[in-house]
């Protein structure tokens, strides 16, 4: 079983316990910091932004909301029907965030938030790649991912073997992919002292 396959099975046999988690006041519960990056860098823009790996739709749905022109792409059928059912003004597809039919420079924002969290780092490279070849110039990707104070290294995520990454050595990545660092937030939450969180905004050059 392939990588995608493996991250398809583990969503899929977790999806009703995923989907719970973004009821309603799920906005309430995110990070501040969170919430500012992702409005800060992916509304307003003059172009179509994509959700890529949008698990269950609730950041399509947010920032179609907030006046986006967002599409959702996720591999996994039980989150794109939900996110249809639930969201009924985004389009969402049911694909591979590292195979997008779509051109070259189409689109100007990327959201990829915690959908890279399960990739070895050369299916990251892949991924970024993707990211890059889909925005047009000056074109924003937001990216969450899990922070590392020590090594790129794998831990036991409850759905499936996770990365955690240094934020610099994650950054030193997306330049190689052609981007511009334009902001990095950092966090850890006091009842989770042990879990880092981290996002970083980015321009295609
Ligand atoms: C941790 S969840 C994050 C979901 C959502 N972005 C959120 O913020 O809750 C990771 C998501 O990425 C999706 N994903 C992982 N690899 C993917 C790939 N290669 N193509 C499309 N979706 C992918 C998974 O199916 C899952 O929905």
Redesign the pocket.
């Known amino acids: 079983m392939g990588p995608?396959e493996t991250?398809?099975k583990a969503?899929s046999a977790m999806s009703e316990q995923?989907i719970g988690l973004?009821d309603d006041g799920w906005e309430d519960r995110t990070h501040p910091e969170d919430m500012a990056i992702i409005r800060d860098h992916l509304t307003g823009l003059s172009g179509p932004v994509l959700?890529?790996?949008?698990?269950?739709g609730?950041?399509t749905g947010h920032l179609h909301s907030s006046g986006v022109d967002v599409t959702g792409?996720?591999?996994?059928p039980r989150?794109i029907e939900h996110a249809r059912q639930t969201h009924p003004g985004p389009d969402f597809q049911l694909?591979?965030?590292?195979d997008v039919d779509l051109p070259a420079g189409s689109v100007a924002g990327v959201l990829s938030?915690?959908?890279?969290?399960?990739?070895a780092p050369v299916e990251l490279d892949r991924?970024l790649a993707e990211f890059r070849r889909l925005l047009q110039v000056s074109g924003v990707l937001v990216v969450?991912f899990f922070d590392s104070a020590g090594e790129v290294a794998t831990f036991g995520h409850k759905?499936t073997t996770a990365y955690h990454w240094p934020v610099a050595v994650f950054a030193e990545h997306l330049a190689q992919a052609g981007f511009v660092e334009l902001q990095r937030v950092q966090y850890a939450l006091p009842e989770r002292p042990d879990r880092r969180f981290a996002a970083i905004a980015a321009a295609a050059r």
């Open positions: 995608e991250v398809r969503y995923y973004f959700d890529l790996g949008c698990g269950p609730h950041w792409i996720d591999l996994v989150f694909g591979s965030l590292t938030w915690y959908s890279t969290i399960h990739m991924a969450g759905v």
